[in-house]
Structure formats: C-alpha cells, structure tokens
C-alpha cells in the first residue's frame, strides 16, 4: 500500500459526460501529480500542484482541470469526454516538488475511465 | 524539456536468462533515475534507483548502470523469473528541484517459464 488513495477505482460513462476523480497523497507528501496512461502507452504526465498551487502542466487538455485542496487533496475533472479519454489515470505524490529529496513518487492504485 | 527514449518496447526471455532495458535521456542536468516496474493491472512501484555521482547500483538480481557523459542508463536483471513479468518504466529529473519526472515509453518483459 503506498499510502495513496484514488476513488472512483473504474467509472463508465458516455461521451460528452463530464467526471471527477479524486486523490488523497500520502500523510506529508505536499505534491500531488496526475498521469494519464493509455492502452500501451507509458506515463504521460498531466498536471502537478504542489501545496495548493499548480506548478506545472504537460500534456493537459482544455478540457480537463484539476486543482489541490487546502487538506492536501486533489481533484482531476474531465470534460465533454471523448472516446479517447478512456484510460487509466494516476495520481502519485511525493514530499516536495520534483520528488523531493528521494526523488520518489508513490503512485495511487489509479482510476479506471471508460467512455462508451 | 527533458526527453527519455526507452528500449526495446517489448523483451521476452527464458526463465534464468538475464534482461537489459535500456533508456537515453535529453537534459544532462537530470540527476536522480529511477526505475519503476508495473505489474498487470497495478500501480508502477520503485524498484531500484541511481543518482548521478553513482555509476551503477545493484540489489539482489537487479542492477542499475548509469553513463552521464554518453546519458544514458540501463537496468538490469538476472536469473530472471516468470513473477519478474510486467511493465518496466525509466525515467529522468532532477531530485530536490522541480522537474517533474519524465518516464520512458516502457518495457514490457515477458518471462516464460
């Protein structure tokens, strides 16, 4: 157990719905960042917040947003889905920006999407 | 921004045979490399890492190279076994300051018994 806790595990949905998922870190860890992978695909890095503030963006859609709560929390939204948005999406965390000192991001269980 | 190549995508082997999955990388300010192994249907978990005033690290049957002037690093296994089956990720940043990790493509390693 890393200590990373994402719900919903799987969601199905149609197109153009829109979704939350939603990442608790680990006890401490500042740092939340969220990945998207797709079928054969690797790790695509999405969107980091670091104690409430967004610190960097990568491949993030429009139509997609997420921000990180006072408690530390943090909430992916998805927009106006398309079939291509289904995937497995991964929040992870880590003490402080870029990994911290470790360099090590403990990755939740990750949050199932399938758009129909 | 950081760039991480990894190959080959896919790599099957016998049952004791050795594994070598091999990744370059973009920014020679990267120092922190990190490998994580996903099994099927699991979240990707650190197996091993190198930090780049190491050149290589082992634990057990896995080991880490690490070659900063050509930047690149290997991750490597022996005796390997069929539970050693999954997705292996590379990746690349700079520990301590706010690159965000950059993963390789990924390996999958088949192992047969």
């Known amino acids: 157990d890393s200590g990373v806790t994402q719900t919903p595990k799987h969601l199905i949905t149609a197109t153009g719905q829109r979704v939350t998922l939603r990442c608790s870190p680990r006890?401490?860890?500042?740092?939340v960042y969220w990945y998207q992978q797709s079928l054969d695909q690797g790790l695509q890095f999405l969107i980091q917040y670091y104690n409430g503030e967004e610190r960097a963006k990568g491949n993030i859609l429009e139509r997609f947003s997420a921000q990180q709560f006072p408690d530390l929390h943090s909430e992916l939204n998805l927009s106006s889905l398309e079939l291509g948005d289904s995937a497995l999406y991964f929040c992870?965390?880590?003490?402080?920006?870029?990994?911290?000192?470790?360099?090590?991001?403990?990755f939740g269980e990750g949050s199932r999407l399938t758009v129909l | 921004g950081e760039n991480v190549e990894q190959h080959p995508s896919t790599l099957s082997v016998q049952e004791g045979d050795s594994a070598v999955i091999k990744c370059t990388y973009s920014?020679?300010?990267?120092?922190?490399f990190p490998w994580y192994k996903q099994e099927l249907g699991k979240r990707p978990q650190l197996i091993i890492d190198?930090?780049?005033?190491?050149g290589e690290k082992k634990d057990q049957r896995i080991a880490v190279t690490l070659n900063k002037t050509a930047k690149h690093f290997s991750l490597h296994i022996t005796e390997t076994q069929p539970e050693d089956s999954a997705v292996y990720f590379c990746a690349a940043s700079l520990a301590g300051g706010s690159y965000i990790p950059t993963f390789g493509r990924g390996t999958s390693l088949i192992v047969h018994p």
């Open positions: 006890s401490g860890d500042l740092s």
């Open positions: 190198i930090r780049s005033n190491v």
């Open positions: 992870a965390s880590s003490v402080a920006e870029g990994g911290g000192a470790s360099g090590e991001l403990f």
């Open positions: 920014d020679s300010a990267s120092n922190y």
